[in-house]
């Protein structure tokens, strides 16, 4: 005849369920954990291959060194997408541009100088890639040539007030500055070979027009919304 469970055996049974249980818990976490990594990695490389699908042109390495072209084609390999995007139209220019002048960054693109202003600062934004690369094209830029820096959603124009030929060792260009300014950086002579003796400067200061129509923009909207 069947008899009823006594404690003895209920307490065995109530060990053996939480223990099973625990081990579905785990499981179901693991399996969680490992599936949203598995979507991050995935959305991360995605997000990357979109930017540079729509924001960022195929390089135009006609001037560039062979020891450029294939430092470049190394450094794609990096999956990190850059913090903006800068554009000499009259000069056929575009660049993506990270976070700094490392050794990868300037390989694949062009980078912020360190100690000048980021993009979100008013001030001196310094700017630094390969002169037998993306930046041999400014050995053409001229007065006046609009400079155009993409960026957090929205396009800031520049126009180009300045160039000169400076030493290395010369920080005054890199020095802030009252209005909201890019200056570009590369060694000089373009096409030296060895270590270039000195610096070419491109300095662009905001289109001051563009900043006055965006404030009123924004009053404009802020009105609307009350």
């Not at 053996?16 to 818990?25: D, L, T, Y």
């Not at 903006?84 to 660049?95: G, T």
């Given at each position: 005849m069947l008899q009823d469970s006594g404690p003895e055996d209920a307490e065995p049974m109530l060990m053996?369920?939480?223990?099973?249980?625990?081990?579905?818990?785990g499981f179901t976490l693991l399996g969680t954990y490992g599936g949203m990594r598995l979507w991050a990695q995935e959305s991360s490389t995605k997000a990357v291959q979109e930017f540079r699908a729509m924001s960022v042109a195929p390089a135009d390495q006609a001037l560039w060194s062979h020891q450029r072209v294939v430092a470049y084609q190394e450094a794609q390999r990096a999956g990190d997408v850059p913090e903006?995007?800068?554009?000499?139209?009259?000069?056929?220019?575009?660049?993506p541009v990270y976070g700094d002048t490392s050794d990868l960054n300037l390989d694949r693109g062009?980078?912020?100088?360190?100690?000048?202003?980021?993009?979100?600062?008013?001030?001196?934004?310094?700017?630094?890639?390969?002169?037998?690369?993306?930046?041999?094209?400014?050995?053409?830029?001229?007065?006046?040539?609009?400079?155009?820096?993409?960026?957090?959603?929205?396009?800031?124009?520049?126009?180009?007030?300045?160039?000169?030929?400076?030493?290395?060792?010369?920080?005054?260009?890199?020095?802030?500055?009252?209005?909201?300014?890019i200056t570009l950086v590369t060694c000089y002579p373009f096409y030296f070979v060895g270590s270039a003796p000195q610096r070419y400067i491109v300095r662009a200061e905001l289109d001051e027009s563009q900043t006055r129509n965006e404030v009123l923009i924004n009053r404009n909207l802020n009105r609307r919304e009350t």
């Open positions: 053996r369920w939480i223990e099973r249980s625990a081990w579905v818990v903006a995007v800068l554009r000499l139209p009259s000069l056929a220019l575009e660049v062009a980078g912020r100088i360190p100690g000048t202003a980021t993009l979100d600062q008013a001030g001196n934004l310094g700017i630094a890639a390969h002169r037998d690369g993306f930046f041999r094209k400014l050995k053409d830029a001229a007065i006046g040539m609009d400079v155009y820096l993409e960026h957090g959603g929205r396009t800031e124009r520049y126009h180009i007030t300045e160039i000169s030929i400076v030493t290395p060792d010369d920080g005054s260009v890199l020095a802030p500055t009252a209005r909201r300014s």
